[in-house]
């Protein structure tokens, strides 16, 4: 079965400070990935999207995510993180059909 | 509209009463989702459409909820004789094209 995994349920980074999130996956073909951000009171908002090609995909807000085939790893980073990233993240994955699986996702905080 | 819209961003309700959550998508988008979140959990994946047709409904969770989408436009997804364990968050997206999906604020259902 599909499965996406964000092993991090929540971290602590301070304003400036470089961020990683991880996200990994089970398939064997290699899936539509996408990061979604979702604020308080907010709707999920697309951040980037990986469907083929350039592996380092670049997204809004400043995030990257590097797709990794031999470890089933779509990690979103940011080199710098603001005050105004404090959120949550999710990871998700599409196959053949029309379906989403997202992960249970990340919630980030900034700390001053 | 701008964006995918949903109504009522709040419903209480209590248990054994029919509640009816309503999603407006961009103009335009042909398809449209429904996911359920529950508190801590990533959007599970509940049905879809391709305008008015209901391409998949293996998410819903049983037959006291169903969906509908009659002219290809506005959705409702209908929860019969509600249950506490049908409290989550309803959230509702649209897509353009395949693969890519806009989500709505939310409806935070509350069942007493």
């Known amino acids: 079965a599909q499965s996406v995994t964000q092993p991090d349920i929540h971290i602590t980074v301070s304003e400036g400070a470089s961020l990683e999130l991880r996200c990994n996956y089970s398939y064997g073909a290699t899936p539509y990935l996408f990061w979604y951000v979702q604020s308080p009171g907010q709707g999920l908002q697309l951040l980037l999207k990986?469907?083929?090609?350039?592996?380092l995909v670049q997204g809004i807000k400043g995030f990257e995510a590097e797709f990794k085939r031999s470890q089933s790893s779509f990690n979103l980073r940011k080199p710098s993180v603001h005050w105004s990233d404090a959120a949550e993240y999710f990871c998700?994955?599409?196959?053949?059909?029309?379906?989403?699986?997202f992960g249970t996702g990340t919630s980030l905080t900034v700390i001053p | 509209g701008a964006g995918v819209s949903q109504s009522p961003r709040y419903k209480v309700t209590k248990r054994g009463q029919d509640v009816a959550l309503r999603c407006d998508p961009i103009?335009?988008?042909?398809?449209l989702y429904w996911y359920r979140q529950a508190l801590g959990q990533g959007p599970e994946f509940l049905t879809y459409f391709n305008y008015e047709a209901q391409q998949d409904k293996s998410g819903l969770p049983n037959d006291r909820f169903s969906a509908e989408r009659p002219e290809g436009s506005i959705s409702t997804l209908t929860i019969q004789r509600t249950e506490q364990r049908d409290s989550a968050m309803y959230r509702c997206a649209s897509s353009l094209r395949r693969h890519e999906q806009f989500f709505g604020p939310g409806t935070r259902l509350t069942v007493l």
């Open positions: 103009s335009g988008h042909v398809s």
């Open positions: 998700a994955v599409g196959y053949t059909g029309n379906q989403f699986y």
């Open positions: 990986y469907f083929s090609g350039d592996t």
